[in-house]
């Protein structure tokens, strides 16, 4: 069994990817399992197979806990740890060729919590890769694209496993301006010139104004 | 008015710290104004003299949506932004020496979308700076340490205030613990050591089994 995590800011569409990479397997008759791992998400775009939300009910946490979404976000997302044996050992049971695991919303709640990291190690088995999503909406300035690399990076050096950064919902954007992303990633000085020439023409505004 | 957006991970003290720096400006007699930017949050450890939570009503927001918490936290931290020019009027009618801005409980929410730098932008003011709480319980480990980093530095290149790290949470661990992490960050020799340390460990446990 091969497992994918899903990994990427609020927004980034892991949900949407979930479902299209899903599809796209099934009718290549790969047998893909999918799991959910967000705790308070309402509507997703796929059914998943297993689903945290089965074992963990967010507002049960915040009624019986008095918290409002925030804590009952974090409250639930550690409280996955817990639960992660049994599911694996479901998930195992029915071993897939694939497993694609959809995250919570929040990157932060599982990528930044030391029970995001132990409840990954259980569930990765011993073949998982992350894909971490960068949304072009965060890459399209140079600055941003720099942003997206440094939290990436930090996405790595906590979970340590085999990552590729996928730049997500790309059809949001024109096609030069995604050519241009493509560049900057490939050649560290054409992402220099474009900040230089940020910096340069707010020089320029400034001595205007 | 010299402003301080108090930003970090879910559950690294920024709502404390805004009671605590609040408590010991006022014995100081310095006019402060707290400011709670989270419209999710149900209790705080203080009274805040703003309260975006007056303009903005999250379950308004999940019910009239049909959103689950999380696309109800997304979408109320993007309605702050169309009302930050009447809250920043406000504030400024109230002109105090100080105001705190206690950040959305999850930073992402806040530092990695476009709306909320916008959101930083209106009401920041001239003299602003950013105070960005490194959870002591990531900053243990080399590894999280440098991870920490990684989030303040993509923090700064977001909004490019003047920034403050600070370590928070510090009395959760022991005095000799504090003094390495100081020691690690003052000394990237140090730092380096420790990481080989930990990689070495690792060699030898694998060898062992």
């Given at each position: 069994?091969?497992t994918a995590?899903?990994?990427?800011?609020?927004?980034s569409g892991?949900?949407?990817l979930t479902n299209?990479?899903?599809?796209?397997?099934?009718t290549n008759?790969?047998?893909v399992v999918t799991?959910n791992m967000d705790?308070?998400?309402?509507?997703?775009?796929y059914?998943?197979?297993f689903?945290?939300?089965e074992?963990?009910?967010?507002e049960?946490?915040?009624?019986?806990?008095?918290l409002?979404?925030n804590?009952?976000l974090?409250?639930?997302?550690?409280?996955?740890?817990?639960?992660a044996?049994?599911i694996?050992?479901?998930?195992?049971?029915?071993?897939?060729d694939?497993?694609i695991?959809?995250t919570?919303?929040?990157m932060e709640?599982f990528?930044?919590?030391?029970t995001?990291?132990i409840?990954?190690?259980?569930?990765g088995?011993?073949?998982?890769?992350?894909?971490?999503?960068m949304?072009?909406?965060l890459?399209?300035e140079?600055?941003?694209?720099?942003?997206?690399?440094?939290?990436s990076?930090?996405?790595?050096?906590?979970?340590?496993?085999?990552?590729?950064?996928?730049?997500?919902?790309?059809?949001?954007?024109?096609?030069?301006?995604?050519d241009e992303?493509?560049d900057w990633l490939?050649d560290?000085?054409?992402?220099?010139?474009a900040?230089?020439?940020?910096?340069?023409?707010e020089?320029i505004?400034?001595a205007?104004?």
């Amino acid at each position: 069994m091969y497992t994918a995590f899903l990994v990427g800011t609020a927004g980034s569409g892991k949900s949407y990817l979930t479902n299209a990479l899903t599809n796209y397997l099934r009718t290549n008759e790969v047998d893909v399992v999918t799991f959910n791992m967000d705790p308070g998400v309402y509507r997703l775009p796929y059914s998943p197979d297993f689903d945290v939300r089965e074992y963990i009910n967010i507002e049960e946490i915040m009624a019986e806990f008095e918290l409002g979404p925030n804590g009952g976000l974090v409250a639930a997302v550690d409280l996955i740890t817990s639960h992660a044996a049994v599911i694996y050992e479901e998930i195992n049971n029915r071993s897939p060729d694939i497993l694609i695991i959809d995250t919570p919303g929040q990157m932060e709640l599982f990528a930044f919590r030391p029970t995001g990291v132990i409840a990954a190690k259980q569930l990765g088995g011993d073949n998982c890769a992350l894909v971490y999503l960068m949304d072009v909406n965060l890459c399209r300035e140079p600055y941003g694209l720099i942003n997206s690399m440094l939290l990436s990076l930090s996405v790595q050096m906590r979970f340590f496993f085999p990552q590729l950064n996928v730049i997500s919902k790309s059809d949001m954007i024109e096609k030069d301006l995604l050519d241009e992303i493509q560049d900057w990633l490939e050649d560290k000085f054409l992402l220099e010139d474009a900040i230089n020439n940020i910096v340069r023409r707010e020089q320029i505004e400034a001595a205007l104004n």
